[in-house]
């Protein structure tokens, strides 16, 4: 688990640590210093923590003018227990949506597992998003699996042709714009 590292190719373009507006603000990080771990498995210290035992993310970029962000995750995505959502809901989304953010790309392939419990804060966070949406790209087959039991499928897009996008050959922008485009055409279908 130390050798998974949140992509960095992204940090000339942007950093949350150097966002006034990001929830990680003022956080500095020894990259030589491991301290958080996920069920006694030591993580690379440039993670995130928000809150969960279990489940840590890197914001790679946010644009406040086109209101997008994309955050890549790390761990085991427990409502169940830990109640991650609400944690991740509270302090990161809300956090990003008050500063007109209304665009969510999840990168999920560092997601081990997923367990469900209730969906309030998956739909409140749906309907806060107006013209917005929240996309799960490259999550695990089994953890789209309980996603769909979970019933996020009726706040999330995820799964499928998703679930084959090769982000790290783009740049934010583009990345963006590429999946935006495969939403629309999906509406238009």
Same mark, same amino acid.
């Given at each position: 688990m130390h050798d998974l590292e949140p992509f960095y190719?992204?940090?000339?373009? $942007?950093?949350?640590?150097?966002?006034?507006?990001?929830?990680?603000?003022?956080?500095?990080?020894?990259?030589?210093? +491991?301290?958080? !771990?996920?069920?006694? +498995?030591?993580?690379?210290?440039?993670?995130?923590?928000?809150?969960?035992? !279990?489940?840590?993310?890197?914001?790679? $970029? !946010?644009? $406040?003018?086109?209101?997008f962000t994309i955050i890549e995750l790390l761990g085991e995505w427990n409502d169940c227990i830990n109640n991650d959502i609400m944690f991740l809901k509270r302090n990161v989304i809300d956090v990003l949506i008050d500063n007109g953010v209304r665009v969510f790309i999840l990168i999920g392939e560092n997601v081990l597992n997923f367990h469900r419990d209730t969906d309030d804060y998956y739909q409140e966070w749906f309907e806060e998003l107006e013209d917005g949406f929240i996309i799960g790209i490259n999550f695990r087959e089994h953890v789209i699996q309980e996603f769909n039991q979970g019933r996020l499928d009726n706040y999330m897009i995820f799964g499928g042709r998703f679930n084959e996008i090769g982000w790290r050959k783009y740049n934010p922008l583009q990345l963006y714009s590429y999946v935006n485009q495969m939403i629309m055409r999906g509406l238009r279908a």
């Open positions: 190719a992204w940090n000339h373009f $942007y950093n949350a640590a150097r966002d006034p507006r990001s929830p990680f603000y003022g956080r500095h990080y020894q990259e030589n210093h +491991y301290t958080n !771990t996920i069920y006694n +498995y030591f993580i690379h210290p440039l993670w995130d923590e928000f809150g969960s035992p !279990t489940l840590y993310l890197k914001i790679l $970029y !946010t644009d $406040y003018n086109q209101g």
